[in-house]
């Protein structure tokens, strides 16, 4: 499984903050615009829990496995597999989801004047933050469920070729 790459969510965020400010316009400019709904930063920061919530409950358990406790559960490779997947889903679309919001909430600050436009602008930033805190919990995640390097294959354990 490939690690998540920073600049690879980076560049989905900013890809789709563009298009997203550029749809706002536009959208604008023919009569309303979509709302940010209210739910959007909750839903993310629900995610968020969930992601860091698995990551501390596998975090613990190896460490637990390591010090061999009595009575320490381990920790099955394939769920901690499938929480890495969900995980990476999880960040991407998360990028994508903060860079749509981003650009919705960049456009909103042109109207500021407007109390429901601001509302929304205000929706939009908690969405973004709470889209960063998603794609740190993945992150987090996946540091956690990283196997360790192998002797054998780094080189380090072996002897020199003569």
Same mark, same amino acid.
């Given at each position: 499984?490939?690690?998540?790459?920073?600049?690879?969510?980076? &560049?989905?965020?900013?890809?789709?903050?563009?298009?997203?400010?550029?749809? +706002?316009? #536009?959208?604008?400019?023919? &009569? @309303?615009?979509?709302?940010?709904?209210?739910?959007?930063?909750?839903?993310?920061? *629900?995610i !968020? @829990?969930? #992601?860091?919530? /698995?990551?501390?409950?596998?975090?613990? =358990? #190896? %460490? !637990?496995?390591?010090?061999?406790?009595?009575?320490? %559960?381990?920790?099955?490779?394939?769920?901690?597999? =499938? !929480?890495?997947?969900?995980?990476?889903?999880?960040? *991407?679309?998360?990028?994508?989801? $903060?860079?749509?919001?981003?650009?919705t909430?960049?456009?909103? *600050?042109?109207?500021?004047?407007?109390?429901?436009?601001r509302?929304?602008?205000?929706?939009? &930033?908690?969405?973004?933050?709470?889209?960063?805190?998603?794609? +740190?919990a +993945?992150?987090?995640?996946?540091?956690? $469920?990283?196997?360790?390097?192998?002797?054998?294959?780094?080189?380090?354990? /072996?002897?020199? !070729?003569?």
């Amino acid at each position: 499984m490939r690690e998540l790459r920073i600049r690879m969510l980076a &560049g989905v965020f900013a890809v789709a903050g563009v298009l997203s400010w550029a749809g +706002a316009r #536009l959208w604008n400019s023919i &009569g @309303t615009l979509p709302s940010v709904p209210l739910a959007a930063p909750i839903v993310l920061a *629900l995610i !968020a @829990t969930v #992601l860091l919530a /698995t990551a501390l409950s596998i975090r613990s =358990r #190896l %460490k !637990a496995q390591r010090e061999r406790r009595p009575g320490a %559960k381990g920790v099955d490779p394939l769920m901690a597999a =499938r !929480a890495v997947v969900f995980g990476q889903a999880s960040a *991407l679309v998360a990028a994508l989801v $903060c860079g749509m919001y981003g650009g919705t909430g960049i456009f909103l *600050l042109e109207v500021l004047d407007v109390p429901a436009r601001r509302d929304q602008a205000i929706y939009a &930033g908690f969405s973004v933050l709470a889209g960063i805190a998603v794609i +740190a919990a +993945a992150i987090f995640l996946e540091r956690v $469920c990283r196997l360790p390097e192998d002797d054998e294959h780094n080189g380090a354990g /072996t002897a020199p !070729a003569a």
